[in-house]
Every structure is written in structure tokens, then in C-alpha cells.
């Protein structure tokens, strides 16, 4: 095989994939990247085989093949390179030839044949969804998703779809078991999607997906069998599903909360995040104390000291105090794009609600703890 390519494009596509192959692997096929000429145009292909990636870009091909490419060293080669052209060519025994004029390199790669297959589901209909509000729903309950492997069940976003109101909603919901987080979006032929009682999309692959979706433009989103497929433009990407059971989450959201406290967010944000400093291991609790129109953030750690802060709230109903992970308000506060939340809360063993009147469709859920 043998090649001639834009730099620019190149270097986009391998900086894609660059998340997705496997550094520390048991199998060395999936630390490289597949290149394979079609015509007039070669097609990049990585794997770490929960996800697989495909990229198609014009090249100018001498000679028609496939090779495999360190996709670590190739990116390196690339980032360094102030040329516009590279050339790449297939050698003898597992060689390959790369060149931007200025520079030679000469790296050793994997048979071709070698490289897992990338399957293409058929039949999969897709729905288009602007960038923007597929980034926001991620951003909102990314969050959420449990960071601890005994949580398998749980790590990955919940999407469905729901019926409110006569209409048909794609909803996104996360959870560690200590918080939750759910948006929901009305999107154009949302109901067309085949998503069976709801799919759960692997941590991993909805970063790629947030990715690809913070560049301009729609993307094309479809379920098929145990897969998640997305489209955009000459960029395929293929995710494996998590075929775990995902909890009954409508169980542990109040239907009703009875004291309603609105606060300004980036003063609840920075009282958080002051509380956070005498934080460890051991103690990460805030008490939240609400009584005449005044919210108190404590925190104390006996090994370091204490803090506190008082906000100014309308509230003027009986004496209020329950405890949080201020950790936790942190995370969904940094999301929401509201300037004031509405703060929803019945009792000091019951979870605390927070909404906001710009993150519409979204709703925040802490659990409280014991201090």
C-alpha cells in the first residue's frame, strides 16, 4: 500500500481515535490503528472491541492495500509534522514508510489480516439530533455515572424514551446510587428509534459520542440488537451496549417535595466549594441548616477544624437540617446553566431535588447522609 494524504485530515481523524485504542492491552492489534485504501479514499479504522471507529478521507493512493500503524506513534508523527502532505508506505515483513519530506520514519507494525473486523450493523434506523442538545444531555448526567467497577450495572447512561403530554421524549438518566441526574429532550422522530425498554450506553462511548458532538453540525443516532450506532458525515462509530439492568430509578424521585428554597447558583456553587477544603476521606458532609430566610452551610472535620457560611433565602418555615456529600451539589451545579435553582426538600431522610428555570428538562437528585 501506498499513499499520499493531507496532513490536517490525518492528524484530525488519528486525534479521534486516540481515546479509544488500547494503551495497556493484552493484545497489541488494538494499541494500531487499521488503514485501508477504497478507490480514491482510505479508511481509518480503531477498536478496543466495545467500540469501533471508521473514518473515510481523500487520499491520493499509489497503490491499493492495508497496513496497521502504532496509532500512538502515528498521532506523535503527525502532531510534529509542519507539512501539509504525508506520505505512507507499506514495506516488507511488517514495515512501514512514513515521510513529510522534512522528516523519514520507519516503524513496525501488525499484519493487516490481523485486525478485528469491523462489522457495520444493516438495517439501523437512525434519527437526527443536533450536536448541542445531544452535548448538553450528556454533560448533564455524565456526571453521575458510577466511577467504582463493582458498579458494572450502573456504569453507563440509562437512555429511553418517554411519553409526556401527548408527545414522545428522549430521555438520558445517570446514577452512582448516591445521586442521580435526568434530562429529558423533545427531539424530531424521537419514537422511530428501536430502543426496547430503554439501552445503556457504556461510560466510554457516550464520551465519544459528547465528543463527536461538540463539533457543529447534527449527528444520526440508531439502536440495533446490542449496538449503538452514530453517524456524521464520513464518521462512523459503532458501540457495543452494556447489557446490564438498569434500577427502577422513578422509585427513589419524590413525587412531591415540601420545602421549596430558590438560591442564587454561583453562590450555592462557591459556599460548596469552600466547604470542600476541610474535606477527606472520612468526613465529606455539609449540613444544610434552613430557618428564617437563611441557609447555613456547616462543615466540620475533627482532624482539621470547621466552616461555615450563611445565604441569604426566602424561607420562613420550621427549622430544616439535613446533611450532604457537598461534593456531589458541586458536580450538578458546575451543569446546570441556570442563575438561580429551586431547591425541593421534605425531610432530613429524604433526597433533595434541584431544578433550574434554563436547564429545562433537567432534574438533579442528592441523597442525603448521616453527619
Known sequence: MEIKIDRDDLYRAISRVQSIIEKRSNMPILSMILLSTDDSHINISATDLEISFQERLSADVTNPGSITISGRKLFEILKESKRSEIHIKEKENNWVFISDEDARFNLACLPADEYPVFMEPEGVL??????????????????????????????????EKVAQEGKTLLRMVSTDGHRLSMIDKEIKDVEQLKMNGGVMIPKKGILELSKLASEEGPIQLGFKQNNCVIRKENILIVIRLLESKFPDYNAVIPQKSKHFVKIDRV?????????????????????????NDNLELVSINPDLGDAQENLVVEYNKE?????????????????????????????????????????????????????
Do not use: H, W
Open 319 to 371: 427549622r430544616l437540617e439535613v446533611g450532604f456529600n457537598a461534593r456531589y451539589f458541586i458536580d450538578v451545579l458546575q451543569a446546570m446553566d441556570s442563575d438561580t435553582v429551586e431547591l425541593g426538600l421534605i425531610d432530613n431522610s429524604s433526597p433533595c431535588l434541584i431544578k433550574g428555570e434554563n436547564d429545562e428538562g433537567f432534574l438533579g437528585l442528592v441523597m442525603p447522609m448521616r453527619l
Open 126 to 159: 437512525t434519527v437526527g439530533i443536533e450536536g448541542d442538545i445531544l452535548r448538553e444531555m450528556i454533560n448533564k448526567t455524565i456526571y453521575s455515572v458510577t466511577l467504582e467497577e463493582a458498579g458494572f450495572k450502573l456504569s453507563g447512561v440509562f437512555t
Open 267 to 291: 453562590s450555592l456553587l462557591d459556599g460548596m466549594k469552600k466547604m470542600v477544603i476541610l474535606s477527606n476521606e472520612s468526613y465529606r458532609g455539609v449540613k444544610i441548616t434552613l430557618e
